[in-house]
């Protein structure tokens, strides 16, 4: 057995070096003995290759050893998944139940002050002190609650300033000031943020039908604004505007 | 297919796994020449191989470790244990099998006897039809087939050859009488 004949079977594998490859590929352009030997042996591997390729598995046993190994991998994956989902359903509760007891928090509230607003409508003397002029119903205040607020001017002759007493919510004391709007009374009830801690305290409006009231409802440096009266929204929001923007 | 030393812990077994799970249906059909046999084998191949992959060594050849799994496991069966206890393993230091002075192959690609070649390659010792399968079939390269029959290159090169020539012999015989 020469070089070449010993070395035919690496050179059909693909295992010899490129330079012994290109030596081989020389020789076998002039030896057609190696040739056909190289060419008899490319034709075996053809052979058992297309031979060898004969079983294939059912679909049923790849399944089953598919699953056989996929369920061991994921079982730690079941033990993190668990807590944590039970983690986050708790808080999904959590925050469900502080929503709950928010929105019930808010109706109570809307309901007390309701309650104050009726009753100013339909006492004789709805007010303790007796102004249109905003310098002189907001000293009144002063020392009568526990904080200070700013009457915003009015510029809009639909809307009339009446006067002011005051209100309580809870054990809290806060000012109530009447408003007329085309001859409807409007209350504006303002109360410090602790004292009504369990309303949402963010900063947008809150807007809600109560009854034959409506309502708007906003936290604003340390108040909290409560708008009620029986006109539509968009006096209502006349007048919380004008309250917004002197806060 | 090497498996990357940052990939082992991102890639499941199964990922890696379940690709080569034809391949390894076929190969253990061909060791063990029962379909049932086969399949409990590669089961048991599956099982194992799942149970030791925290020890697969990042970098090396997932491909050739499977393979080696499954041929252990088939060693170590009561088929296997028959199979080779028919052949002694080192054959490569006996007498060489001469491959006679005709060449089968062109009888092979006349006639297309495929039926011939299947029944000559079930025919051969395990240890010539597992190394003829590795390297034609599996595409193996000379060190995959190491790695996966846990011997040297150079014992790789002689097997094959040899493996290659009792399968020109067998084939020989059989399209003597065909």
């Known amino acids: 057995m020469d070089k070449w004949t010993a070395q035919i079977e690496t050179y059909v594998d693909g295992e010899i070096s490129s330079a012994e490859m290109k030596e081989m590929d020389a020789h076998l352009r002039t030896c057609s003995a190696c040739t056909a030997d190289a060419l008899r042996q490319v034709q075996f591997k053809r052979a058992v290759q297309s031979v060898g390729r004969r079983y294939t598995p059912s679909a049923d046993f790849r399944q089953k050893v598919r699953q056989s190994i996929a369920a061991r991998p994921r079982r730690p994956a079941v033990w993190f998944w668990l807590p944590a989902t039970a983690m986050v359903l708790a808080l999904f509760v959590a925050v469900a139940l502080s929503v709950r007891d928010q929105r019930l928090a808010l109706r109570n509230t809307y309901s007390e002050l309701a309650d104050l607003h009726v009753t100013a409508l339909a006492s004789p003397n709805p007010v303790d002190v007796i102004s249109s002029d905003r310098h002189t119903v907001k000293p009144w205040f002063e020392g009568k609650i526990p904080f200070a607020f700013n009457l915003p001017e009015l510029q809009n002759p639909e809307i009339t300033l009446v006067g002011g007493r005051i209100a309580y919510l809870g054990q809290s004391p806060g000012a109530e000031l009447l408003y007329l709007i085309r001859k409807h009374q409007v209350s504006v009830f303002i109360f410090q943020e602790r004292a009504v801690g369990h309303l949402p305290k963010s900063d947008s409006t809150l807007q809600r039908q109560q009854e034959t009231f409506n309502f708007r409802s906003w936290s604003q440096n340390g108040l909290h604004y409560f708008v009620i009266g029986g006109v539509a929204g968009d006096d209502l929001s006349k007048i919380a505007d004008l309250f917004r923007n002197a806060g | ?178």
């Open chain 2, 1 to 178: 297919m090497e498996v990357q030393s940052g990939r082992v812990t991102a890639a499941t077994f199964e990922e890696l796994a379940m690709p080569l799970f034809d391949q390894l249906y076929n190969f253990a059909c061909w060791l063990t020449q029962d379909r049932t046999e086969a399949e409990d084998l590669v089961q048991e191949t599956y099982a194992k191989a799942l149970r030791g992959f925290a020890s697969f060594q990042a970098g090396t050849n997932f491909r050739a470790w499977i393979y080696r799994i499954l041929r252990n496991t088939f060693l170590t069966s009561r088929t296997g244990l028959k199979a080779t206890a028919m052949i002694p393993l080192d054959a490569e230091d006996a007498d060489e099998i001469s491959a006679g002075p005709e060449t089968p192959e062109s009888v092979l690609i006349s006639h297309s006897e495929h039926k011939v070649v299947q029944d000559a390659l079930e025919t051969l010792p395990v240890h010539f039809r597992e190394i003829l399968l590795l390297c034609e079939t599996e595409e193996m390269s000379y060190q995959e087939i190491s790695e996966t029959l846990s011997i040297p290159i150079g014992t790789v090169m002689s097997r094959l050859s040899r493996a290659r020539k009792a399968l020109r012999k067998i084939l020989q015989q059989k399209l003597v009488r065909v």
